[in-house]
Nanobody, 124 residues
Framework: QVQLVESGGGLVQAGGSLRLSCAASGGTVSNYAMGWFRQVPGKEREYVSA????????NYADSVKGRFTISRDNNKNTVYLQMNNLKPEDTAVYYC?????????????????WGQGTQVTVSS
């Protein structure tokens, strides 16, 4: 059973940066796609970004393209999300996930394992 633990969230002013990390344990994730989603109260979980098993291909939601960068270190079983030029609308709980496939998918229902989430709050 894969377990995921996110870290790096916090409070930041608009225009600032944060780096989220997600460490996997209980199994290797190097053969699987990993991704980040976010959710605000009363809304559905929203796709943010994902990366293929090798790290060779990345994908981003239009709302974060050009500001966020996803990466992974398979030796450390860890995926990262570098978030720059943060905006108040980026405020959400950010979740890390693993999809039991080489390739990512934008639908949260296609993902198998989830972390507990880390809060990101961007003040204006």
């Amino acid at each position: 059973q894969v377990q995921l633990v996110e870290s790096g969230g916090g409070l930041v002013q608009a225009g600032g940066s944060l780096r989220l990390s997600c460490a996997a344990s209980g199994g290797t994730v190097s053969n699987y796609a990993m991704g980040w989603f976010r959710q605000v109260p009363g809304k559905e979980r929203e796709y943010v970004s994902a990366i293929t098993w090798s790290g060779g291909t990345t994908n981003y939601a239009d709302s974060v393209k050009g500001r966020f960068t996803i990466s992974r270190d398979n030796n450390k079983n860890t995926v990262y999300l570098q978030m720059n030029n943060l905006k108040p609308e980026d405020t959400a709980v950010y979740y890390c996930s693993v999809r039991l496939s080489l390739w990512p998918h934008m639908n949260p229902a296609e993902w198998s394992y989830w972390g507990q989430g880390t809060q990101v709050t961007v003040s204006s």
